[in-house]
């Protein structure tokens, strides 16, 4: 398994328009981070977690040129606003891409983008199959998606666990049920948006906490914003198992 961080920040992105911090304001290539977002390849397999509106800039500097399913945690824009780009990968496969998400989030899908589905269908949108999923596995090409109910406050978010690698992000709660299925990973990644408090999301201290109890053999945070310090600071500061991910990072499992 490959596993490419196409993004790891925040709903702002980073640097933050405007914003003189330190953090925006740092020249570490790995301080720039657009919204989060991972690209994996499993057994020939290609899914893309979250086509958010920084898709197009993702993919090009990734040379990402096939997906082969697309998995939506939640339907915030910082999430699902490059649905459009989806267009050229129906190009270049010459085939309809499926998403995998919440029957809430499908819905939601299918009517911001009304024009994708509608009959007859303009040749210019994208081409999209919506698949309802549960909290049951599900399988996609001969690989099965575990998926991870969490909480985005009081909004349900999915995480996904594929073989012993997981992916959260947006989570403020993970009930005991969802704790369970994150057991014996070799890898876990996991939001810790800022040091201070948030009613919606992961601080620093609690994602700590929660990576503690789990023991995975190594963490990483994303969906990090400038109210933590920058990268070469929190290298420094976390645990050994535990390291801030960035754009562009690969991890090989």
């Known amino acids: 398994m490959q596993i490419k961080f196409l993004g790891t920040g925040g709903s702002h992105g980073i640097p933050n328009i405007g914003c003189q911090c330190a953090v925006c304001q740092s020249t570490d290539a790995r301080d720039k981070r657009l919204r989060s977002s991972v690209f994996i390849e499993t057994n020939g397999v290609r899914f ?10 993702q993919a090009l500097h990734n040379n990402i040129t096939a997906v082969d399913a697309v998995l939506v945690t939640h339907e915030h824009k910082d999430h699902t606003a490059g649905i459009d780009d989806i267009r050229s990968f129906n190009y270049l496969m ?7 998400a919440q029957q809430r989030v499908t819905k939601t899908i299918a009517t911001e ?22 909290s049951q596995v599900f399988d996609v090409k001969g690989v099965s998606i575990v998926p991870v109910e969490v909480l985005h406050g009081s ?21 005991h049920e969802s704790m369970l299925k994150l057991h014996n990973l070799d890898v ?11 009613r919606a ?8 906490d929660i ?9 990483y945070l994303t969906h990090m914003s400038h109210r933590l310090p920058c990268h070469s600071e929190l290298e420094r500061i976390l645990p050994s198992n535990v390291r801030p991910a960035f754009d562009g990072l690969v991890i090989d499992l």
């Not at 876990?188 to 948030?198: D, F, M, Q, S, W």
């Open 48 to 57: 893309l977690i979250d086509p958010g509106p920084d898709l197009r800039t």
């Open 94 to 100: 010459k085939s309809k891409i499926p998403f995998y």
């Open 113 to 134: 983008y009304a024009y994708a589905f509608a009959e007859p269908h303009y040749p210019g949108a994208p081409e999209i199959d919506l698949h309802t999923i549960g």
């Open 155 to 175: 909004l349900p978010t999915t995480g996904f666990r594929i073989g012993n690698f997981a992916y959260i992000t947006d989570a403020k709660i993970i009930p």
């Open 188 to 198: 876990l990644v996991i939001n810790a948006l800022r040091t201070e408090e948030h």
């Open 201 to 208: 999301h992961l601080n620093l201290t609690e994602a700590l």
């Open 211 to 219: 990576i503690q109890q789990l023991q995975p053999r190594c963490a």
